[in-house]
Each structure stands twice: as C-alpha cells, then as structure tokens.
C-alpha cells in the first residue's frame, strides 16, 4: 500500500509558477512509476506527467516546455513545477503511483486526494 498526499496548490495568476509535491507513505515509492494527473470540473482526468524509477518521462503535449516532473526517492517525494500558467491549467491535480508507464489512469491503484490549482486570467 502507499499513500499519497499533494501540497502545494493555490491561486495564481496566468504566466506564474507553482511546484506541487506528493509525499509518499507506506511503501517506499522507489520501484514505481509517477505520475500527475489533472481533472478540471466536467472533464476526464487526464495525465499531465509520469516519471518511471529510471527517470523516463512523459508528458501531455499542452505542457510540455511548461512543466517538469521529478522524484526524489529519498524523501519519497514527487514534485511537478509548473511555469508559464494558463488559465486553461485550473484542475485538481493528483498524484498516483502505479508500476505501468502509460496514459491510462486506471494502471495507477494509489491516489492522493488532489490539490486545487486556479490560474487567473
């Protein structure tokens, strides 16, 4: 079992930064793939980025360029910075782990419980 808890979300103003983080318990998050997901109000939850144990990353084409995913298995920690932000970024965003590195969020069995990203026009 892991567990998962994001901080770091709020409000910001279009073209501002944020950093989210997702700290891990219960297992050690080493051997798993990382990924983010985002889920605005009315729409699908979508990844936005996944970092396997090697380092491989993948991201969705709206933010590329913009965001960056990493991990830091020491503190059992996955952190997503988000740059340039647009108003079309405001989502609840979760963090999963899982041990396949695809798209599909059914292939990621632990969740946290998300944080609120609003970027402002």
């Known amino acids: 079992q892991v567990q998962l808890v994001e901080s770091g979300g709020g409000l910001v103003q279009a073209g ?3 950093r989210l983080s997702c ?6 998050i080493s051997t798993y793939v990382m990924g983010w997901y985002r889920q605005a109000p009315g729409k699908q939850r ?5 970092i396997t144990s090697s380092g491989r990353t993948n991201y969705a084409e709206s933010v590329k360029g913009r965001f960056t995913i990493s991990r830091d298995d020491a ?6 910075q988000m740059n340039s932000l647009k108003p079309e970024d405001t989502a609840v965003y979760y963090c999963a782990a ?3 590195f ?3 969020s ?4 632990f969740w946290g419980q998300g944080t609120q990203v609003t970027v402002s026009s």
């Open 16 to 18: 501002g930064s944020l």
């Open 23 to 28: 700290l891990a318990s219960g297992n050690i």
């Open 46 to 50: 979508d990844l936005v980025a996944a």
């Open 75 to 80: 503190k059992n920690t996955v952190y997503l």
């Open 98 to 100: 899982g041990r396949l």
């Open 102 to 104: 695809i798209r599909m």
């Open 106 to 109: 059914s292939a990621y069995p």
